[in-house]
């Protein structure tokens, strides 16, 4: 992947300010993507373009971006460029496109620019979201004379050809086990709101990324289901994202050095045969103040052979057995 934009230039073209800084995605997208055969079939699966892919229309869409953002952040190459995709690369089409792979999961649909929002409300009384004002109606409700005068000053906007993705999950009824709920924007419950400055560190740094960002993400919302961390071993990792071992290592590995997750890793036993040993506890990092700005060394798991840690497991329990 490629770094197009640095922190600032990227804030600075999506207009981004700290409200905008949350959106509600299910907790279930993780294997509804990582089950998926077409996405799984390639060499190295692109579960983790389209998490972020999906991540990133579902902001545009809750911040009524489409009304505020030039039409070349927010089109297919923009949107490319945004994930440090070159805009002539083609590998992706399939999963983005109209009636493309997240199309036919019924997580997105491809729909004309007139429906795209333009303005969101808030229902200050109830202190909820309150939906949005199309471009299509914010059209219809011009003066016949106003629409005149921008024709003739040239001002009229071609959307005839222009699509956006609108996020099928955030806006519509959903079942989560058997339970009926309304859209994520409405109603957040089993979901995980990964912060935007984390997206905006991973597609701004060349050493994280889409792969990273899926993972960060896919720990954030096992951490929010479990109290604030999560014991999981990184074959559990890869079984439940579909990242294969090299690209989790990796991504894994840049999450650590630049700060956004801590990982407490349990031993690695040479030889262990069926001896069982703990999993790695992972916390994520929300404050992206607290990020590193550059690559800090972190502490590794300790190897150790199988005589090494019964031999530890021993001295422990003397320890333990000695009176107080």
Known sequence: MAV??????LKYKLEFNEK???????????????????????????????????????????YAKYGVMSEEVT??????????????????????????????????????FKEAPIQWHWDETN??????????????????QDIKELKTMGIE????????????????????????????????????????EVFIECMTNKDLGCTAFYIY??????????????????EKISAVTGVRATSRDKALDGLKKYGLIKCYASDYIIDKGNLETPPNTYVVVENANLFNLKPVPYKKRT?????????QKEMIKEFESLPL
């Open 217 to 234: 993400a896919y720990l954030y919302s096992r951490c929010g289901m479990n109290g604030g961390s999560i014991d999981v071993s990184i």
């Open 20 to 62: 905008e800084n949350y959106i509600a995605i299910p907790n279930n997208i993780f294997e509804i993507l990582s089950k998926d055969e077409e996405l799984m079939s390639k060499k190295a699966p692109h579960v983790a373009v389209a998490y972020t892919y999906i991540y990133y229309i579902t902001w545009l869409y809750r």
């Open 127 to 144: 202190n909820v979201f309150d939906g949005f004002t199309t471009y299509e109606e914010q059209q219809n409700a011009r003066h016949p």
């Open 157 to 196: 906007v071609n959307v005839k050809r222009r699509q956006i993705k609108y996020p099928i999950f955030a806006m519509e009824d959903r079942e989560v086990d058997g339970e009926e709920f309304y859209g994520t924007f409405y109603q957040p419950e089993y979901t995980h709101a990964v912060p935007f």
């Open 303 to 311: 190897v150790k052979t199988l005589e090494q840690h019964e031999k």
């Open 4 to 9: 197009y934009f640095t922190k600032e230039e």
């Open 75 to 112: 089109d297919v190459k923009g949107v490319k460029e945004v994930l440090g995709i070159s805009p002539k690369n083609k590998d992706f089409n399939y999963v983005i496109k109209k009636n493309g792979v997240l199309d036919r999961l019924g997580l997105t649909k491809t729909q004309s």
